[in-house]
Nanobody
Framework: QVQLRESGGGTVQAGESLRLSCAGS????????MGWFRQAPGRKREAVAA???????SYADSVKGRFTISKDNAKNTLFLQMNSLRPEDTAIYYC??????????????????WGQGTQVTVSS
């Protein structure tokens, strides 16, 4: 059974940074897509950032220039570096993996495997 586990969430003040990690039984080198999603209270889950098998990255407009997605294939770990955090970034953050690539791009693809989520809270 595929398992993903996020870590690195917490409570920070606006303008500060956090780095999320996602590790588990998924081989990052072989995954067609891996991504980070978030869900704030009362809102739908939204895609934040995604990375394809070759390392190509895509981002939601709301986080471009502030967040960076990366992966370490040797450690089978996915990362999300979040800088200049804002109160509106407060949400539960989930990592996800997709076995196959996505013709239309990883940010909008459907994902097979999901982690349990980690809470990120940004205070003003």
């Amino acid at each position: 059974q595929v398992q993903l586990r996020e870590s690195g969430g917490g409570t920070v003040q606006a303008g500060e940074s956090l780095r999320l990690s996602c590790a588990g039984s998924v081989y990052t080198a072989n995954s067609g897509c891996m991504g980070w999603f978030r869900q704030a209270p009362g809102r739908k889950r939204e895609a934040v950032a995604a990375i394809d098998m070759l390392g190509g990255q895509s981002y939601a407009d709301s986080v471009k220039g502030r967040f960076t997605i990366s992966k370490d294939n040797a450690k089978n770990t996915l990362f999300l570096q979040m800088n200049s955090l804002r109160p509106e970034d407060t949400a539960i953050y989930y990592c996800a993996a997709r076995s196959a690539g996505a013709f239309g791009g990883c940010l909008t693809a459907a994902y097979n495997y999901w982690g349990q989520g980690t809470q990120v809270t940004v205070s003003s």
